[in-house]
C-alpha cells in the first residue's frame, strides 16, 4: 500500500534503546532545511549554519510505527469471519491510513540512516535487519501458519478460500528491501531536481510537484503492472510484493522527503484538526467507491487518487497527533517500539492456530478474533522479552539484529 535532512553528529545515543528492526530514532530536520555537500567516499557531510539548533527526538515516529505494526495483528485477527464480510470494516479502516503510514515513516527514518551510514553500511544493516526475519518467516514459520488457516477457511459456512500466499504478512520486508536499494537514488534525484523546481514553482510548491509527480507515475505502473503483469514469469507469486511496491513508493518517498526537508516535515505535523477532519470526510466517499465496480481505466485511476488522498491525509492527522501525545521516551513508548517488530513477526502463526483450535473447540466468531489477538500480542511480548532479548540467535532470526561483540576489559575500564 525523497530526499533527506543531514542531522548534526553527536557522540550521544539518538535513543536510550534502538528500535528492533534496526532503524535508530532519528530527529526532525534542522532549520532551516540544510544542502548536502558531497564528502569522501558515499558519505555526505553536511554545510551548517549559526542558527541551527538540534531539534528533539522523534519518539513519536518510532512510537507511530510500531503501533501501525501492532494494529495489523488485530487486522489479521479479523480473519476469524472467514473474510466474508462480518469483519470487512476493521480491514477498511487499516487499508485506508496502516500501511501507507508505515512506509511513510519508514521513509524518514531510511533518510536519517543514508545521513548517519555509508552507502554499504546502510544496504548492509538493513538488508540483515529485513532479510533475515523475512527468510525465517518464509521458511520456519509460514508453512504452518498457512496450513493451520486453510484448514480454519475450510470450515467456513460458505466455500473460501484465504487471500494467501508463501509470504503471508511479511510481504513488506521484501517491498522494505526494494526501497532500501532504491532510497539513495531517490534522493539523488530530488537533489538534482530540486534547485530548478524551487527557482521555477518557489519554495513549497517543487516539494508539492514532486509528490504529484511521483505518485502519477506510481498509479499508471501499478495500472500496467495489473494489466500486463500476468505476462512476465510466475507473476502471481510475487504479485503482491511488486504490486504494493509500487503502489506504495509516494509513501515511502515523502518520508525521504519529510527528513531532508524542515518545511515539509512541518506541513506534515501541523493542523492535526485539520487533517483529522480532512481524513475522516475523505472516508466516507472512499469506501462508497470501494463498493462500485471498477470498469475502465479512469475509474481505476480516480480510485487510486482518493485511496492517495485518504492515506496521505490520516498519515498526517496521526503524524500530528502523535507529536503532541508522544513527547517523551516513556516506558510504555520504548516496550512498544522495542517489541512491536518481534510481535508482528511471530504473530501470524499464533493467529491461525488460534483460530483453528478456537473453532474446534466451538468458540463463536467475536471470541475467536479477540482470543487470536490477545494471545498473538501477549506471545509476541514474551517472545521478545523472553528471548530475543537475552539469546543473540533469537535476536537474529526475529529482528536481524546482530549481538554488539564485547569490548576487551581494558577498554571498559577506561570507560
Known amino acids: 500500500m525523497t530526499t533527506r535532512a543531514l542531522q548534526p553528529s553527536s557522540s550521544a545515543p539518538i535513543s536510550p534503546r534502538s528500535p528492533a528492526s534496526g532503524e535508530r530514532l532519528s530527529r526532525p530536520p534542522l532549520e532551516p532545511a540544510l544542502t548536502a555537500t558531497p564528502g569522501e567516499g558515499s558519505q555526505t557531510a553536511p554545510a551548517r549554519t ?4 538540534p531539534a528533539g527526538r ?10 501501525m505494526m501492532i494494529l495489523g495483528v488485530f487486522v489479521h485477527a479479523s480473519h476469524a469471519d472467514y473474510d466474508l464480510g462480518d469483519y470487512q470494516g476493521i480491514r477498511f479502516f487499516s487499508g485506508s491510513f496502516r500501511m501507507a503510514c508505515f512506509f511513510l515513516i519508514s521513509g524518514y527514518f531510511s533518510a536519517a540512516m543514508l545521513a548517519r ?8 544493516r538493513r538488508l540483515l535487519s529485513l532479510g533475515v526475519p523475512a527468510l525465517f ?22 466455500p473460501s478460500e484465504p ?15 526494494l526501497y532500501s536499494l532504491a532510497a539513495r537514488p531517490l534522493l539523488r534525484v530530488w537533489e538534482v531536481l530540486s534547485g530548478s523546481l524551487t527557482r521555477w514553482f518557489g519554495a513549497g510548491y517543487a516539494e508539492a510537484l514532486g509528490m504529484v509527480l511521483i505518485t502519477g507515475a506510481a498509479s499508471i505502473a501499478l495500472k500496467a503492472l495489473e494489466k500486463w503483469g500476468t505476462a512476465l514469469p510466475s507473476f502471481d507469486s510475487y504479485s503482491e510484493i511488486l504490486c504494493s511496491g509500487v503502489e506504495d513508493l509516494p ?11 524542515a518545511r515539509v516535515f512541518r506541513f506534515a505535523h501541523a493542523r492535526p484538526w485539520l487533517w483529522g477532519a480532512l481524513a475522516l470526510g475523505l472516508l466516507g466517499p472512499r469506501y462508497w467507491l470501494e463498493l462500485q465496480p471498477i470498469t475502465t481505466t479512469p475509474q481505476h485511476l480516480m480510485h487510486l487518487a482518493l485511496d492517495y488522498a485518504t492515506a496521505f491525509a490520516c498519515s498526517f492527522a496521526l503524524l500530528s497527533a502523535a507529536e503532541r501525545w508522544v513527547r517523551s521516551a516513556q516506558r510504555w513508548v520504548t516496550l512498544t517500539a522495542a517489541s512491536a517488530y518481534t510481535i508482528y513477526i511471530v504473530h501470524y502463526l499464533v493467529i491461525s492456530l488460534t483460530l483453528l483450535y478456537t473453532q474446534r473447540w466451538g468458540l463463536g466468531q467475536p471470541e475467536r478474533a479477540a482470543a487470536s489477538a490477545l494471545l498473538a500480542l501477549a ?15 533469537v535476536a537474529l532470526l526475529l529482528n536481524g539484529r546482530l549481538a554488539k561483540p564485547a569490548r576487551p576489559a581494558a577498554q571498559r575500564a577506561v570507560a
Open 379 to 393: 506471545v509476541g511480548y514474551g517472545v521478545h522479552f523472553g528471548l530475543v532479548e537475552r539469546l543473540p540467535i
Open 163 to 177: 487471500i494467501a500466499n508463501w509470504h503471508l504478512h511479511v510481504w513488506f520486508l521484501f517491498v522494505l528491501m
Open 117 to 124: 551510514y555509508s552507502d554499504g553500511q546502510y544496504l548492509r
Open 50 to 53: 549559526l542558527e541551527q539548533k
Open 137 to 158: 518467516a518464509v521458511l520456519v514459520l509460514n508453512p504452518p501458519a498457512l496450513a493451520a488457516m486453510q484448514h480454519y477457511f475450510a470450515s467456513s459456512p460458505v
Open 58 to 67: 522523534v519518539h513519536h515516529l518510532d512510537f507511530l510505527r510500531a503501533s
Open 251 to 261: 509513501y515511502f518517498a515523502f518520508g525521504l522527503l519529510m527528513h531532508r526537508s
